[in-house]
Structure formats: C-alpha cells, structure tokens
C-alpha cells in the first residue's frame, strides 16, 4: 500500500499544481484527495490519513469555484464524502469499494 499511497499524494499534489485555481478543477483534484485518504485509512496508515485530511481541508479553505452559487449542490456532495470517510475510519471499517475510478482521457 506505500506504493500506492505515494502515487495518490504525488497525484493529488501534481494536478493541484496544474489547475487553475478557483476552477471546477478542485472538484477532481479532491476525488485524489479523496481516494488518497480512504487508501490511507483503509491501510491504517493514520499519519498518511491526517496528511490527505489536511489537504482536503486547505481545498475547502481555496473558496472560488467551491463558493460559487451554481456548485452549491457539487460542494455539498464533496463534503459529505469528506465526512464519509472521516466516519468510516473512526469505525474503522473504510470501503476500498467507494473509490472513484478515473477513466484516461
């Protein structure tokens, strides 16, 4: 899993590099955010978990295009995910099953 792990940083931290910022590129970039985290706490690797959390947080702390009236509804789905994986690693039971698939473009 510290392959992988290192693969979902490196891309979470590549595409966040490249985005505009205040884009509706934030809503994919926090899909890797998001999967970074839910392989970390599947893995129990919770110092690796507090670092995607950390990430995910600064993404809703960006505003633009979360802050934007007509993404309300996309904001509202992305924190809910959020908090399903807060949840899922607090019970300890975190579903590899809900990952997001990329498909190339």
């Known amino acids: 899993p510290d392959g992988a792990l290192k693969a979902l ?5 590549r ?6 910022p205040g884009e509706d590129g934030v809503f994919e970039n926090m899909d890797y955010a998001i999967n970074y985290a839910r392989v ?4 129990e690797r919770y ?3 507090r670092d995607a ?8 702390g960006e505003g633009g295009a ?6 309300r509804d996309k904001r509202l789905l992305y924190e809910r995910r959020v908090r399903e994986v807060r949840e899922e690693v607090a019970s ?14």
Do not use: C, I, Q
């Open 53 to 60: 959390m950390r990430l995910l947080d600064s993404f809703f």
């Open 92 to 105: 300890g039971n975190v579903s590899l099953a809900k990952l997001v698939m990329f498909t190339p473009s």
């Open 40 to 43: 970390a706490g599947h893995f």
């Open 9 to 13: 940083r490196e891309a979470v931290l």
């Open 15 to 20: 595409y966040r590099e490249y985005r505009d």
């Open 66 to 71: 979360l802050l934007s009236p007509k993404n």
């Open 47 to 49: 110092h690796v978990y």
